[in-house]
């Protein structure tokens, strides 16, 4: 169970890391890599709700921590709209 917690965060991390637009990738990569970063998190949020309700509003929590923790922590708390 604390494998899955950490999993969900480090995809909210990556998710918030290559969000972030501190990369200078063309405009195709980046489709590419957001796509991808969406297809990971909704398989994890879908095979946490195997499991249950809870485990899949779990998921999205985790992704969603990561995600605002990339933000606060690594951005010097301005996120980018």
Do not use: D, H, N
């Not at 957001?34 to 909704?42: L, T």
């Not at 095979?47 to 485990?55: E, L, N, V």
């Not at 998921?59 to 951005?75: H, M």
């Amino acid at each position: 169970m604390f494998a899955r917690i950490i999993v969900g965060v480090v995809i909210g991390l990556a998710a918030g890391w290559f969000l972030s637009g501190k990369f200078s990738l063309e405009e195709k990569t980046l489709q590419i890599i957001q796509g991808f970063i969406a297809i990971v998190a909704i398989g994890f949020i879908a095979s946490s709700f195997i499991f249950g309700a809870k485990f899949g509003v779990m998921a999205v929590a985790e992704i969603a921590i990561g995600y605002f923790a990339f933000t606060k922590l690594f951005q010097g708390g301005a996120a980018k709209p």
